[in-house]
Nanobody
Framework: QVQLAESGGGMVQAGASLRLSCAAS????????WAWFRQAPGKEREAVAA????????YYADSVKARFTISRDDAMHTLYLQMNALKPEDTAVYYC??????????????????????WGQGTQVTVSS
């Protein structure tokens, strides 16, 4: 089992950048696929970005393409989300998520929240206009 803890959220103006971090602890030697989700008030949780365990496959929601970048530091057991050119519509609680991958042949960047059994507590991002 792995425990996840996000950090890096805050209040910024439109056009600013933020980098979210997700520190993993526990069974970090297992192969995992990762994702960032967000949930705005009154809206469903949505996948923002995802990466396969190998890093060779990634997913970005259309609304964040060319602005957000998902990355990992495997040595530090940390997942990142670099967010540039932030917009007010990016305001949400951001969550990182992980799922253990049982086979190296499975190289998916999963985008559904039910794919992920492990979740962080979330970090608030607020973007003002």
């Amino acid at each position: 089992q792995v425990q996840l803890a996000e950090s890096g959220g805050g209040m910024v103006q439109a056009g600013a950048s933020l980098r979210l971090s997700c520190a993993a602890s526990g069974r970090t030697s297992t192969r995992y696929a990762w994702a960032w989700f967000r949930q705005a008030p009154g809206k469903e949780r949505e996948a923002v970005a995802a990466v396969a365990w190998s890093g060779s496959s990634t997913y970005y929601a259309d609304s964040v393409k060319a602005r957000f970048t998902i990355s990992r530091d495997d040595a530090m057991h940390t997942l990142y989300l670099q967010m540039n050119a932030l917009k007010p519509e990016d305001t949400a609680v951001y969550y990182c998520a992980a799922v253990a991958v049982v086979s190296s042949m499975i190289n998916n960047a999963y985008t559904k929240d039910y794919n992920y059994p492990y979740w962080g507590q979330g970090t608030q991002v607020t973007v003002s206009s």
